[in-house]
């Protein structure tokens, strides 16, 4: 590794040696994170709020859509809660590097359930005011930018180093499974229950991850007393320590391309309406938005052999072009099907990239940086689909929607390529 975590570090013990695995359980999801205590809580209100948070997510622009009949305003709501995301993600991460992270989660996980109650109250009160639901948004934006840091930084903590690969799995499959049941349930049960009930049961569900969180141990910084400053230099100091370590530098510029040349999500609805009309355009919508996250959770769930690997950064570089590939055979099929195929291979590449972009950002970084390296990761990750969005969107009106696709995937394909023989440190990492 390039960098190795203090001596005094308490960590999980790692467990006397496994049994190699033989068969059909070599591929299966590598579970042994969970026989860790403290992870196995948090992992498992995971899987509440992963769904939990996809009722709001589907509700708040529904709200909106309906009070307005807009979606230029469901698109500037998309925005407000993007800016609150951005800065409170960067400085979350600096604050927790600065304090018992455990408390920051308790404090923050607070924080968007009370958020998720005051949806719940304008909504049943019929208050139709887009101004309050866009505040709220903001806010809990602004919540989950200080709390998504120290959450992932503490996972660093509770299992060992050669488990993180398989911790980081079982994070994402639970998080993608959400995408695809969270909006499945929200459009059965808006119908039956109402919009409003969405945001409460959101908010009993964040009960749950504030209890899982509070039975964590204390995880104070490893350096200090836990009450250092996190201020604008910290946060600056968080960028010159990736500027200095170039395999870090180079996890995010790997999924910078991956989103912002690949992710062709905005034209979506064209290649619904023109491409893949004759299928039927709600149907071929549904499954063009669908097929990334099934890929992706298809990936968690057989993640057994990549998540052993000791190679990390051949397994980011091999995951990204893999991701382009896909996309480009996703712009070429002019069947629908074939079309589904290849977005969900591009999903399983996109699991494995987050798998071990996760994995370096915590294991090349010194305890007491981790949480900026994670405030950075979930700016890039919001962020880098975001501006793919408006790439895309423009790219698809001058050359097509289907030459857009195609030429974005080639070029991820050829600028990752690139940066692995001109900048050897990703491709040499291991653990």
């Known amino acids: 590794m390039d960098t190795s975590d ?27 994170p969970l026989r ?6 948090l992992w498992v209100s995971t899987i509440v709020t992963a769904v939990g948070s996809q009722l709001t997510a589907v509700a708040v622009p529904k709200q909106i859509y309906d009070i307005t009949g807009s979606s230029a305003w469901v698109g500037a709501a998309s925005l407000a809660g993007l800016v609150p995301l951005v800065v409170f993600a960067l400085w979350g991460g600096a604050v927790a590097d600065t304090m018992d992270r455990r408390k920051l989660l308790l404090i923050t996980n607070s924080g968007i359930a009370v958020t998720s109650l005051l949806f719940w109250a304008q909504a049943v009160t019929g208050l139709e005011s887009v101004a309050v639901l866009m505040v709220l948004l903001a806010l809990q934006q602004a919540f989950w930018g200080l709390n998504s840091p120290a959450r992932s930084a503490s ?29 499945l349930l929200a459009g059965v049960l808006i119908p039956v229950i109402g919009l409003p009930e969405l945001y409460l049961i959101d908010a009993v569900a964040l009960c749950v991850t504030v209890w899982a969180v509070y039975r964590l141990p204390a995880l104070l910084p490893l350096t200090g007393n836990g009450k250092g400053r996190a201020g604008l230099r910290e946060v ?82 091999g995951a990204v072009v893999a991701w382009g590939a896909a996309i480009a055979g996703f712009g070429l099929s002019g069947n629908l099907w074939l079309a589904v195929v290849f977005l969900a291979v591009a999903g399983v590449a996109d699991m494995v990239s987050m798998v071990f ?42 050359f097509g929607a289907r030459g857009a696709v195609a030429g974005g995937g080639l070029l991820v394909v050829v600028v990752m390529l690139g940066l692995a023989c001109t900048v050897p440190a990703l491709r040499r990492y291991k653990v």
């Open 236 to 317: 600056v100091a968080g960028f010159r320590y990736i500027a200095g370590h170039t395999v870090l530098l180079l996890s995010f510029l790997a999924d910078i391309v991956a989103m912002v040349f690949g992710m062709p999500r905005a034209l979506f609805p064209q290649l619904a309406a023109e491409t893949y009309a004759g299928w039927g355009e709600g149907l071929a919508l549904g499954l063009l938005y669908a097929a990334i996250p099934i890929g992706a959770v298809a990936g968690g769930l057989f993640s057994g052999t990549f998540s052993r690997a000791r190679r990390h950064g051949w397994m980011v570089i």
């Open 357 to 398: 972009r996760g994995a370096i950002l915590l294991s090349a970084a010194t305890d007491e940086m981790r949480g900026r390296m994670q405030g950075v990761f979930t700016v890039v990750v919001a962020g880098g689909p975001r501006l793919a969005d408006v790439l895309h969107g423009t790219a698809g009106s001058a």
């Open 155 to 183: 996972i660093a903590r509770l299992v060992p180093e050669g488990e993180l690969p398989a911790a980081n799995a079982l994070g994402s499959t639970v998080m993608q499974t959400g995408q695809v049941v969270g909006p």
């Open 6 to 32: 203090s001596s005094t570090e308490t960590r999980a013990q790692a467990p006397a040696a496994d049994a190699p695995r033989r068969g059909w359980r070599r591929f299966a999801m590598d579970t042994r």
């Open 36 to 41: 860790r205590p403290a992870f196995r809580r």
